[in-house]
């Protein structure tokens, strides 16, 4: 029995697609300011591409590579979700300062408090920062979180609960909402600078790759699909300046856990749909009901296939990356990020997966590992060993 649902996206490319993606595409086509900005941060150091030629072998394609997250701004942070909230802030803090004292302030300005009469009054991260989890998020993250000085808000809930609690009391407090999520085709300030940020990650890849114009397939899990949707507009934007043919375009492959199937439910529908699923899952950075309306446009637009698959398929590839059977390089990739590693090693022995995703042995794949152990106990329960061991086993 098949451990996995796949949808094929029929609305892909097709001039409505385009269309209705058109104003969010043009609202996140500005992303050098971001990247430039970032590569200023004394903490910023690009973060590795790694070839998996052997585990290719073993899976019958012809090159596997895999962008991996896990030690970005640190292991202890360990995500590519920490470029895109403090590059939000930074835009924030640096309006404030802006719009209050007439001066445009650097990072470095703000880092050392030269404007700390203006900044202490704002709360974001990095001033007052006050994060709101839901009932899902293990309890290591939410003690991580207040390590850093956060207030945490936990909300009984779903994700979503946890979102529209923050929005209301941004709302009535007068704080700063940061999050990617758009309701309104990325027209404002804020989701349009987190999503500028994950650019970084994409931009990163592509410069790393051999030949960019050679990979066949990408493969990205999502939650409420924003930066599955940032890493597809990235690379079809890099095909679009080179000219490149339609049937010559990547594979853009979606993975999500089944109980939190949003993404895959849209495309099955044709419009955007909430999950019945329980959202219980140890992929609780995918536990989302539904897609956010914007970035949904865009994978409506670009993406290929949507998968959805049990917690066993995200284990097997946190497991099988961080003991590299075959003699690659030990990865760590967090539970949120491994089921694409997953998918493909069910691939491996399923021909009708296999031949559902368009793997041949000439497939040349790149895998966004987005995070590595963002709960360290949680990584050592599930793959038998501690991330500082498989990092360490390099």
Known sequence: MAVYAHVSNLRRLSQAAEADAAVCVQNLSNWKHAIDEISTWPEYTPQ????????????????????????RFGRELGSFKALGAPYAVFRILADEVQAKAGIWPTSADLRVGKYRDITQRVTIFGCRCVDYIHSHVS???AEAMKDL?????RVEGEYEASVERAKKDARVNGWHFVSSTSWNDFDSAIPQNVMNAYMVVVEEAMSMLPRVTEITHVFV???VGSIAAMVFLGFMMHHQKLGTARDELPRFVVIEPQEADGLLQSARQGVPTQSDGSLRTLMA???????????????????????????TVAVEGMKMLASAPYGDVPIVSGESSAASMGILL????????????GLTNRSQVLLFSLEGATDPEIFEKLVGKSPDAVFAAR
Do not use: Y
């Open 149 to 153: 000085g956060a207030i945490v808000i």
């Open 221 to 223: 899990c999502g939650g």
């Open 48 to 71: 590795p591409l790694h070839s998996l030629p052997k585990t290719a072998m073993q899976l019958r394609l012809g090159n596997l590579f895999l962008k991996d997250e896990s030690e």
């Open 346 to 357: 069910q691939a491996g022995s399923d021909s009708t997966l296999r031949e559902l995703l």
């Open 285 to 311: 950075g995918l536990a989302c009901r539904a897609p956010s309306p914007a970035a949904w446009k865009v994978l409506s637009w670009l993406a290929s296939d949507f998968v959805s698959v049990p917690d």
């Open 139 to 141: 309890a290591g993250r």
